[in-house]
């Protein structure tokens, strides 16, 4: 007897979970790009044909390996379909195919996420890994069933959009997935349980287990492991998830001061007063870093709050350079450091680039940002003193120029763009940078803007108090007249509307010399300025301040390039018209005058549509498997008939006595009888028996001396079904009258004969009723009487 795994419905069954699994997964990197819709529905369809090849050849009973490179194969094709149109691999079609993966390759490495539309689409790269993600399930779950392993290609794949934007995925995405592979972990467990039980009677060498309760142990441990690996980093210092907000123990959440507020006082306040003295023999400590601003709230920067564990304290080396290659020449510096009584601040005075510190014990580094933040509020720099080993690098500007995307290489918080940013701020970014053709190149067009080309002014008289907050970004672009808090944050955000990775430091300009020849900052040092983000050369200054403020911008931000032939301009900010309108701001909307564009997400809706037609296919199978064979049998003879009276007291509950004679199956399945109620009054304990429904009884009759004669007679029979159909029906109408009405529409929409189910031939007890009644030896003998 073949177990139910081998059969086509359930490969069918697990291998289209499993698809699910999949492909649920892979939306999860719908913020890669604006047009995931392209990739989506494909992917579906392609998971659709090759889960069914799967499950097709694993029925067949084909050797794992020709599985897989069948599907290899099949999947290939089908990749090549989805991107040229044909999947027929022709030259022409394979070179079209090439220079889609080559274009896409190029995207990925010139564009932020999510790549917007209007470029080379990077939808051969997703789909290629997305039938990866969909094979290497279907392998694990079905071919090598090993369903809990495939969790782990799942994992991968869900973390894949947060190791490269940073940003969480959402919640109900999880759980969709998360119920999934519950599901596929349950069917299987259920399997390899069932193979375990009771054989069929006459069979040695088995023995029977409960499966139901097993089942749900295995249920129960696998909601228990995905509900820890929620809880659990809310407990863990050394992990975090974004579902819950929170900090665990071994970690101290510094409500930070906002370094701006401290910067526009004493701008303002016109006093020059000398803060703090740094003494050394290298060069001049100009850019001396206080902290750095990382999150922008649509109105102003501020530093956002710190986990700072214990174990980073300030005293001794600091972790590798962030982003700078090793190739990077670099020279090392002390500097020893005096504060005056006149700045307290809660953040440590030090240089952008540090490999060293001692400050003590009281302060903390942060190891996103490279602060120095005190460990207790009742700590600040006044009168402390402390040293650093300070790193001067020597940046190659051709390399920061053919650099690839840093978005993937830095927190999610430092290329946040908020969805109330003005509109007109993003078209002025895309307008001034559309030219240039690389990332490095727009941040070098950004700065010469607000330096030269753009007509801004400094003037510190624009300072707002310390109590007006940050000033309006739009109204500083318009009246192009502010100080370098403006213009770093304007940068800073613009740099991040065209892909790159920002941040705004504020610190110290440039010191000058005091008389015991040491370097002397004071009030009026104080400055802003952005930092961008270059993979293999790290978080580099940009200034943008104009040079009645400051002295000449860092030599890298001035370099020339070749000019680039190529049409195509790796940027991460399409042309004006093109940018996408977000907020409510009702001058924006005027401007778009967009009436034509529909407000409706067609492409997830028609996608979770087809998601939704999938899962109720998946689940009407059974059923559509069960009525295919009906009607089969119904054309054929006495045993088909006599098949299908048999899947019909499966399906009804029962399970049936295997090795009986017909005429023993018949007295077994005549206690099962019940008289047929077609008014809906079905009570809910029916009584049964042959006596209750005496017109079934005698169709079963009938139905069993057919067969007896059809077997054993000295000249069989030959008894057409079509002559004894409608004996069967009352037989069935009987045994279906004798069960609930859920057994009875379990048995219609969820047949236990196509699906599986342990079994015994004894009948099955009724639940809430104890067994009183003496039970039949006659159906109770476990000597097998092997008669037909």
């Known amino acids: 007897m073949r177990s139910s795994w081998s059969t086509l419905p359930h490969q069918l069954r697990i291998a289209g979970i499993a698809l699910l699994a999949a492909w649920t997964t892979v939306l999860s990197w719908r913020v890669l790009t604006e047009d995931f819709g392209g990739v989506a529905i494909p992917l579906l369809l ?30 290939g094709l089908l990749v090549l379909g989805a991107t040229t149109g044909s999947p027929i691999p022709t030259p022409s079609n394979v070179d079209t195919f090439m220079a889609a993966l080559s274009d896409a390759l190029e995207t990925s490495r010139s564009y932020a996420a999510p790549v917007q539309s209007g470029v080379p689409p990077v939808d051969p790269l997703l789909l290629i890994g997305g039938t990866l993600v969909v094979l290497l399930v279907d392998l694990i779950a079905c071919t090598m069933r090993r369903a809990p392993v495939a969790g782990l290609v799942l994992l991968a794949a869900y973390t894949l959009p947060v190791a490269v934007t940073g940003n969480a995925v959402s919640w109900w995405l999880f759980a969709v997935i998360a119920g999934l592979f519950l599901t596929l972990v349950y069917i299987q467990h259920s399997d390899h349980v069932t193979s375990w039980g009771r054989a069929p009677d006459g069979e040695k060498g088995s023995f029977s287990v409960r499966t139901g309760a097993i089942g749900n142990s295995a249920l129960a441990l696998g909601a228990t492991a995905i509900a820890l690996a929620v809880v659990v980093p809310v407990a863990v210092p050394t992990m975090s998830m974004s579902v819950f907000e929170g900090n665990g123990p071994g970690t101290r959440e510094v409500e930070v001061q906002d370094p701006m507020v401290d910067l526009r006082r004493d701008l303002r306040r016109g006093e020059d007063v000398p803060l703090l003295w740094v003494t050394t023999v290298g060069p001049k400590p100009t850019y001396l870093r206080i902290a750095v601003l990382s999150r922008f709230s649509g109105s102003q920067w501020t530093p956002g709050d710190r986990e700072i564990p214990e174990s980073q304290a300030a005293t001794g080396a600091l972790p590798p350079l962030d982003g700078v290659g090793l190739d990077v020449r670099r020279r090392e510096f002390k500097y020893d450091v005096r504060v005056g009584p006149d700045f307290a601040s809660s953040w440590l005075p030090i240089a952008a680039q540090t490999t060293r510190i001692a400050a003590g014990n009281d302060w903390r580094y942060d190891l996103n940002t490279r602060d120095v933040i005190a460990a207790r509020e009742d700590v600040t720099t006044a009168n402390s003193t402390y040293d650093y080993t300070g790193v001067e690098l020597t940046y190659d500007a051709e390399r920061m120029n053919s650099a690839v ?46 330096r030269e080309d753009g007509g801004f002014r400094y003037d510190l008289s624009e300072v707002p108090s310390a109590g007006d907050g940050s000033a309006d970004l739009l109204a500083f672009l318009n009246d192009r007249v502010g100080y370098c808090e403006q213009f770093a944050a304007s940068m800073a955000i613009m740099a991040r509307i065209i892909g790159i990775p920002s941040r705004v430091a504020v610190g110290f300009l440039e010191p000058e010399r005091a008389t015991n020849g040491s370097w002397e900052f004071s009030s009026r040092d104080l400055h802003a300025w952005p930092e961008l983000y270059f993979p293999g050369s790290g978080w580099v ?26 049409t195509p301009t790796p940027s991460a900010a399409r042309p004006s018209e093109d940018l996408p309108e977000r907020g409510a701001d009702a001058a ?149 009258a004798g069960v609930t009405s859920r057994e009875a529409r379990r048995a219609e929409w969820w047949p236990t004969s196509v699906v599986g189910q342990r079994r015994s031939w004894r009948p099955r007890a009724r639940a809430g009723r104890a067994s009183t009644t003496t039970p039949d030896h006659e159906s109770t003998r476990t000597v097998d009487e092997l008669v037909g």
Request: a neutral charge.
């Open 405 to 450: 995307s840093g978005a993937g290489s830095v927190a999610g918080i430092f290329t946040e763009v908020p969805s109330t940013l003005n509109n007109e701020i993003r078209r002025i970014a895309a307008s001034i940078t559309a030219d240039a053709p690389t990332r490095f190149q727009k941040a070098q067009v950004l700065q010469q803007w607000f």
């Open 541 to 566: 200054r940009f200034e943008p301040t104009p040079q009645t403020r400051t002295s000449r911008p860092p030599d890298y931000t001035e370099a020339q390039f070749a000019a680039v032939t190529e």
């Open 46 to 75: 392609i998971g659709v044909v090759l889960g069914g090849a799967g499950a097709l050849a694993r029925w067949s009973r084909l050797p794992g390996l020709a599985i897989v490179a069948g599907q290899l194969v099949l999947g």
């Open 588 to 736: 924006a909307d005027a401007a778009a005058d967009d009436s034509s564009a529909s407000s409706i997400p067609w492409v997830p809706l028609v996608a979770g549509l087809l998601g939704l037609a999938l899962v109720g296919l998946l689940l009407l199978t059974p059923r559509l498997v069960r009525t295919a064979r009906r009607r089969r049998r119904l054309d054929g003879d006495v045993e088909d008939l006599w098949v299908e009276l048999r899947d019909v007291a499966i399906d009804l509950g029962h399970a049936w006595p295997v090795g009986r004679s017909p005429r023993r199956a018949g007295e077994w399945l005549g206690h099962l009888l019940a008289m047929p109620v077609h008014d809906g009054s079905r009570p809910d304990r029916p009584r049964r028996g042959r006596d209750q429904a005496p017109e079934a009884a005698q169709a079963l009759d009938r139905l069993v001396s057919a067969l007896e004669r059809s077997r054993y007679a000295r000249n069989p029979e030959i008894f057409t079904a079509d002559h004894l159909a409608g004996d069967l029906v009352l037989v069935e109408e009987s045994l279906a």
